[in-house]
């Protein structure tokens, strides 16, 4: 089992910028891909961005390139979401998981953290 808990959520106006972070326990930390996604309000869950475990490969949804970096330090077990230039349509509850494959299915997530964006 891994458990993850999401941090850094909040709310911000248009522009700002925001950083979360969640930390895991449980299982070791660099077994696992990590991963942040998104749910808004009436829309499904989107993926984010998604990171290796040695950190050196990230990938990010078009909608967040050059805004959003995922980063992760497993001397912490924690892996992060730097959110700048944030827009009113990022706002949601973001979710990190953790997988064992970068495109798999996550088998482990956090409760979340509502980022809200005010225009």
């Known amino acids: 089992q891994v458990q993850l808990v999401e941090s850094g959520g909040g709310l911000v106006q248009t522009g700002d910028s925001l950083r979360l972070s969640c930390a895991a326990s449980?299982?070791?930390?660099?077994?696992?891909?990590m991963g942040w996604f998104r749910q808004a309000p009436g829309k499904e869950r989107e993926s984010v961005a998604r990171?290796?475990?040695?950190?050196?490969?990230?990938f990010y949804a078009d909608s967040v390139k050059g805004r959003f970096t995922i980063s992760r330090d497993n001397a912490k077990n924690t892996v992060y979401l730097q959110m700048n230039s944030l827009k009113p349509e990022d706002t949601a509850v973001y979710y990190c998981?953790?997988?064992?494959?970068?495109?798999?299915?996550?088998?482990?997530w956090g409760q979340g953290t509502q980022v809200t964006v005010s225009s």
């Open positions: 998981a953790a997988g064992r494959f970068v495109w798999g299915s996550y088998d482990y």
């Open positions: 449980g299982r070791t930390f660099t077994d696992y891909v």
């Open positions: 990171i290796t475990p040695n950190g050196v490969n990230t």
